[in-house]
């Protein structure tokens, strides 16, 4: 490229960068007034004035939850699935893939659920976090897991995204099989084979 297109393209470089530092710091301060404000509606809008001028995971992230409180539960998804896409911490993509899990669960969407928390694992590693452990012991337990149908299994084993919410789903194999205590009959406890080498 010829020196002047480079003398050129430099200022509206530091332009833009100036722009979109300017567009965070007033996204900052409509968090911060959010954070500040006891009506549910008033703060669903500011987080979400906030998340427009500058997309940022922790804002995204109380957003789902205002909706949550709210009663809104897709709502509550989008805003985890853009927080998801905004993210780059390991740690902070565990909490919103196992509460999209959890909501999912809650939502009576069981293949969804699964493979949330199997992303959720995934990102974790070894050991996870107790708190995800119990939603994935809640979604495990759920009376719900052994009706799943065939397509519904095929589904979750199949690697998909959770529509425009920003998850991907990892291949995995999950088969419960029921048996009661020291039994070769079926029954009411459970056996997780899991495709991961029987990780929980």
Not at 90 to 112: K, N
Not at 115 to 124: E, K, R, T, Y
Not at 163 to 172: L, N
């Amino acid at each position: 490229m010829p020196q002047r297109h480079c003398l050129i393209l430099l200022p509206l470089l530091l332009f833009a960068g100036s722009a979109a530092v300017a567009d965070c710091e007033h996204g900052r301060s409509l968090y911060e007034a959010a954070q500040l404000e006891t009506d549910a509606e008033r703060r669903i809008a500011l987080l979400r004035e906030s998340t427009d001028v500058c997309p940022d995971p922790v804002a995204f992230g109380d957003l789902a939850m205002a909706y949550l409180g709210a009663g809104d539960a897709e709502a509550a998804l989008d805003a985890l699935g853009a927080a998801a896409a905004t993210s780059s911490d390991p740690d902070q993509l565990v909490q919103l893939y196992a509460l999209t899990a959890s909501i999912h669960q809650q939502q009576g969407r069981l293949p969804e659920a699964i493979s949330a928390i199997g992303v959720a694992f995934d990102q974790a590693g070894a050991p996870a976090p107790d708190w995800v452990l119990d939603v994935r012991r809640a979604i495990d337990t759920d009376p719900d897991r052994g009706r799943l149908s065939a397509g519904q299994i095929t589904r979750s084993l199949s690697s998909r995204s959770f529509g425009t919410r920003g998850f991907q789903a990892v291949p995995k194999l999950d088969l419960y099989i029921l048996f009661d205590y020291d039994k070769a009959e079926k029954g009411d406890a459970h056996e997780i084979i899991s495709g991961k080498g029987g990780r929980p």
